[in-house]
């Protein structure tokens, strides 16, 4: 069974940081794309983060360049996303995404539950 279980999200002052993880079972880990998405109520769900598996690429949005850091352990088959200097823009519910493509270039996508992040003071 395809596992992606969240952890790490809750409420955070305005300037603090929270690290989120998401912890990948039933799928060969190092072999997917790992990517954290956000979605604030009545609006699309947007990329925040990518880190590749072929190479570790990674790419960020603009609004959170300098102040997120997304990494992965593939020995824990975990992915994290270290979210500092944040603001009320970045409330949303986080989702962690993993993506391949199968021998026949068809797209493989794994989704995580969400977890709410709340920038309040």
């Known amino acids: 069974q395809v596992q992606l279980v969240e952890s790490g999200g809750g409420l955070v002052q305005p300037g603090g940081s929270l690290r989120l993880s998401c912890a990948a079972s039933?799928?060969?880990?190092?072999?997917?794309?790992m990517n954290w998405y956000r979605q604030v109520p009545g609006k699309e769900r947007d990329l925040v983060a990518s880190?590749?598996?072929?190479?570790?690429?990674?790419n960020y949005a603009a609004s959170v360049k300098g102040r997120f850091t997304i990494s992965r352990d593939n020995a824990q088959n975990t992915v994290y996303l270290q979210m500092n200097s944040l603001t009320p823009e970045d409330t949303a519910v986080y989702y962690c995404?993993?993506?391949?493509?199968?021998?026949?270039?068809?797209?493989?996508?794994?989704w995580g539950q969400g977890t709410q992040v709340t920038v309040s003071s």
């Open positions: 995404n993993a993506g391949a493509v199968d021998p026949w270039r068809r797209r493989v996508a794994y």
């Open positions: 039933g799928f060969t880990f190092s072999n997917y794309d």
């Open positions: 880190i590749t598996a072929a190479d570790r690429t990674i």
